[in-house]
């Protein structure tokens, strides 16, 4: 990418390399691990690449083997990587988990990330002038979990300024990395984008907020707020078609539209990096201008392609593919079943 050619998306936070089981079981059962890549916003990056969108991850790493390899497997999706910095001093982040759903008791995630290169983020180590230049800037709540100092940085990245992107948000509620309360951190966070991704469960977990309603009336500023609602789909509340021109001002106490699309049946290999793939599916259908329900079908589609897989990434469908698949009417929808291979082939997408 060329540093005078704006990203499409530029996507801010910690990537870690990830150790996937072998086989499903208790972590201190399981025999032996697969290396992968891990991290919220280097996964949409990595999407968006992928689906032909100019995508720019911003980060640190340790200078060491794994900041390496993280460099590297990130690149090799199209990504720019060149405002990734390295640290001398601190490592860059690990982790182990099991091979079953985030969602169930059973599932275990082992973190070696406390102190890491990408917890040294701040408003000093990733300066605004320094980002680079995109449309769109997607940022988590789990960066915000890290340290202060990337709570600092998310807090200026967000602020109101002249020329700022349209700031892009998951909520991304880990309970396991927060120390203290982290409800008013992230609703403040929230509040301050414009496109907003929130699971029904994580609102409620975080905030107290149940339902989705409830969700929109906890988060009135942003111009688009997604609730996942799991099995039942997503619930999208917008007040604009496209990308924000306005203030953000003007966003606050207009009418919504209110559009429901239901979730895909999917024959899933591996429960992981779903919530990732939608937002890039979304964002990616963002850009292209098209209508909200068409943003979330492709939402829903970028995360099937990756639940039929077993890691956290995959090569997205064909760009027509999945044109093709959104344009269906709501019966031939909601027949839709979607198994491994279907990206590649249309006759691996059955309606039973």
Known sequence: MSGTTPADVVCLGESMVTFLPSRPGRLADVPSFDRGIGGAESNVACALAAAG???????????????????????????????????????????????????????????????????????????????????????????????????????????????????????NYRPGLW?????????????????????????????????????????????????????????????????????RASNAGGADEVTHVPALRVDVVAPVGAGDAFAAGFLSATLRGLPVPARARHGHLMAAAVLTVPGDLTAPPAREHADRLTALDDDAWGRLRLGPGWTGDDTEVRTP
């Open 179 to 247: 120390r203290g309360e982290p409800a008013a951190v992230l609703l403040d966070l929230a509040r301050r984008a414009d496109v907003v991704f929130v699971g029904e469960d994580e609102a409620q977990e975080a905030w107290g907020v149940v339902g989705a309603a409830a969700i929109r009336e906890a988060l009135p500023e942003p111009g688009v707020v997604v609730v996942k609602r799991g099995a039942d789909g997503v619930t999208v509340f917008s007040r604009e078609p496209g990308l924000r021109t306005a203030p």
């Open 53 to 171: 969108h100019r995508a720019a991850w911003v980060s640190r790493v340790g200078a060491d083997g794994f900041g390496d390899h993280l460099v590297e497997a990130v690149a090799a999706y199209g990504v720019d990587t060149s405002s990734v910095r390295r640290d001398p001093s601190r490592p860059t982040g690990i982790y182990f988990r099991t091979a079953t759903d985030r969602a169930t008791d059973v599932h275990e995630v082992a973190y070696y990330r406390a102190g890491s290169a990408a917890s040294a983020m701040s408003p000093v180590t990733v300066p605004c002038d320094a980002l680079p230049s995109g449309r769109i800037l997607h940022l988590s709540g789990i960066t915000a979990a890290l340290s202060a100092d990337c709570r600092a940085l998310l807090q200026e990245l967000t602020a109101p300024r002249a020329g700022r992107p349209l700031i892009s948000f998951d909520v």
